[in-house]
């Protein structure tokens, strides 16, 4: 989740309220977010899409 503190926007863990960094704006925390969240589940994902290039940026 994005909180806000001391003027910055700040990613923390909802569960265990760990922080991942604070950024000047929120558009910054939240690709930090979607980087968290990518890596989070990256496990279920099977390493053959992965390899072959199946996953992909959205545009």
Do not use: N
């Amino acid at each position: 989740m994005i909180i806000k503190r001391s003027g910055k926007w700040c990613v923390v863990s909802e569960t265990t309220s760990r922080s991942f960094g604070c950024y000047q704006t929120k558009k910054e925390a939240q690709h930090r977010l979607k980087q968290v969240e990518f890596f989070k589940h990256l496990k279920d994902i099977p390493a053959s899409k992965i390899r072959k290039g199946i996953i992909r940026k959205k545009k």
